[in-house]
C-alpha cells in the first residue's frame, strides 16, 4: 500500500515560519489546498483570510479567526516555536507544494482509471477528458492573481522598452513585409482567419509563412488536412530553393539544380517543422496532438489547412453545419490560448465575392459561420482584381486585413510566384 505523498514537517515548518514573520507571504502565494494535515489546512485558511483583511498575521489573530474551529491556541504556539527563523520559508513551500502536485496526480490517476472503466462510447473524448485533468494539475500551479495599475504599466512599460531599446520584434513574423507592417507579426494566443476561394492562394501563401517562421528560429506545427505530408514538404523545398514545385514534382531537373536541391533540402531538414497529415482532425484530437508536442519540442506558431476539413468533436441530427463550424473556431481559439500560442486557421469563402464587380470579399464571405468572425483575433482575405493570365510568371494576389481586433486593417498587393507557389510582399 503506497503512502499519500505529503510532509507535515514541512507544513509545520511553513506555518511557524509564517506566524513568526508574516513577510514571508510576499515571496509565494499561499494555498490552504496544497496542505495535507487538516488541522493545517484550517490554519492556512485563517492565515490568508487574516492578511486578505489587512491585519497582522500573528498567533493571536490567527487564532481568533480559527475561534470555533478546533485548533487550539496552543498548537499555534507550538507551529511558532518548531522553527528558530523564518529564513527558509520558501524552501518550506516547495517542498508542500511538491507534495501537492504528486496528490493531484495520484487522484487525477484515479480519476483517469474511473474515466476508462466507464467504456465511454468515444474513446477521443475519454482522452481529452483525462489531458485536461493533467493539464489542471499544471494551471494550479500558476494560479491566476490581479494584476494593479501598478502591474499593469510596468508590463507595458517593459514591451515598449524591448521593443525601443533592446530592438525585440514581438509576435511571429509572417515574412511578408507589408503584411507585418500592418499586423506587427502574430501575437501569441491570437487566432488568425486566412480566408480565400479555392485556388487563390491561401494554402501557398501558409507555406511561406510557415518557412519565414522557422528560418527566423521559430517551431511551426502544422495541420495539414487537405494535402499530404510529401506535397508540403515539395512546396517548402519549392519556396525555399527557388526551383519550380512542377519540376520538384515530376522531375526535369539538371544536375546542378539536383545539386542545389539536395543542400537545400539540407537546410530545411534542419528547421523546426512538423507536419501532420491526418486526413481528418478534430478539435479534441488536435488539442491532444499540440500539447504533446509543445511539450516534447516546443512550439512558435500552428497553422491549421483547413478549418472547414476539420470533423467536430460532437454531432448529431439537430447539429448543422454552422454550429459545428462554430463550435470548431471556438476551440481553437482555446488551444490558442492554451498554449499561448498564435495559430493561423485557413478558412474557405462563400461564392459572394465572384458576383462583385471588384471581386473583394467580406466578413460576411466567411463561410459556415459567423462565429469564425467573432472568435478570430484577426482575418485576412486573398483575393485577385484580375482574371489570371497564365503567361505571366507571376501575378497580384491583393490582400486584406478585414480584421484586427488589436490594430489596424488595410490592404496590400502581394507578388504570387506561380513556379514555386509562394509570396512575395
Not at 527557388?242 to 531537373?253: K, T
Not at 533540402?265 to 488539442?287: E, F, H, N, Q, W
Amino acid at each position: 500500500m503506497h503512502q499519500t505523498p505529503h510532509s507535515i514537517e514541512a507544513e509545520r515548518s511553513l506555518l511557524g515560519s509564517i506566524l513568526i514573520d508574516q513577510a514571508v507571504l510576499s515571496d509565494f502565494e499561499l494555498n490552504p489546498d496544497d496542505f495535507y494535515e487538516p488541522r493545517h489546512v484550517k490554519i492556512a485558511r485563517a492565515i490568508v483570510d487574516v492578511h486578505t483583511s489587512g491585519a497582522a498575521v500573528d498567533i493571536v489573530t490567527v487564532s481568533d479567526a480559527l475561534a470555533g474551529k478546533s485548533v487550539p491556541m496552543l498548537y499555534l504556539a507550538e507551529l511558532s516555536d518548531s522553527v528558530p527563523t523564518s529564513i527558509h520559508a520558501k524552501s518550506y513551500y516547495d517542498i508542500v507544494e511538491r507534495m501537492a502536485v504528486l496528490r493531484g496526480l495520484v487522484k487525477a490517476g484515479t480519476e483517469i482509471v474511473e474515466s476508462a472503466y466507464k467504456m465511454p462510447e468515444d474513446p477521443a473524448t475519454a482522452i481529452d477528458e483525462a489531458e485536461k485533468i493533467l493539464f489542471s494539475i499544471g494551471n494550479k500551479r500558476r494560479a491566476a492573481r490581479w494584476n494593479d495599475a501598478l502591474d499593469l504599466m510596468n508590463m507595458t512599460k517593459g514591451r515598449v522598452k524591448s521593443i525601443v531599446i533592446d530592438g525585440l520584434r514581438p509576435g511571429v513574423r509572417s515574412g511578408i513585409s507589408q503584411i507585418d507592417a500592418i499586423t506587427g507579426g502574430w501575437q501569441k494566443s491570437d487566432l488568425v482567419i486566412l480566408a480565400a476561394r479555392p485556388s487563390v492562394g491561401k494554402t501557398a501563401l501558409a507555406t511561406s509563412m510557415a518557412l519565414s517562421a522557422a528560418i527566423s528560429g521559430k517551431k511551426v506545427a502544422i495541420f495539414s488536412i487537405e494535402m499530404s505530408a510529401e506535397q508540403v514538404g515539395a512546396r517548402i523545398l519549392s519556396s525555399a530553393s527557388g526551383i519550380p514545385l512542377a519540376a520538384i514534382r515530376n522531375g526535369g531537373i539538371d544536375l546542378v539544380q539536383m545539386s542545389e536541391l539536395e543542400e537545400w533540402a539540407d537546410t530545411v531538414g534542419k528547421l523546426g517543422i512538423y507536419v501532420d497529415d491526418s486526413p481528418t482532425a478534430s478539435p479534441s484530437v488536435m488539442r491532444s496532438k499540440c500539447r504533446k508536442i509543445a511539450a516534447d519540442r516546443g512550439v512558435d506558431l500552428i497553422i491549421v489547412d483547413y478549418l472547414q476539413l476539420m470533423v467536430p468533436d460532437r454531432s448529431g441530427k439537430d447539429q448543422n453545419r454552422v454550429n459545428e463550424v462554430a463550435d470548431i473556431s471556438r476551440a481553437l481559439k482555446g488551444i490558442a490560448r492554451e498554449l499561448d500560442v498564435p495559430i493561423i486557421a485557413l478558412s474557405q469563402l462563400s461564392r459572394m465575392s465572384e458576383y462583385r464587380d471588384t471581386g473583394e470579399p467580406r466578413l460576411s464571405d466567411l463561410r459556415d459561420s459567423g462565429a469564425i468572425e467573432q472568435d478570430a483575433d484577426m482575418v485576412l482575405m486573398l483575393w485577385r482584381k484580375e482574371q489570371p493570365d497564365f503567361t505571366k510568371q507571376s501575378e497580384v494576389v491583393s490582400c486584406k486585413i478585414a480584421k484586427h481586433r488589436n490594430g489596424p486593417t488595410g490592404v496590400c498587393d502581394l507578388e504570387f510566384v506561380k513556379s514555386t507557389a509562394s509570396f512575395r510582399g
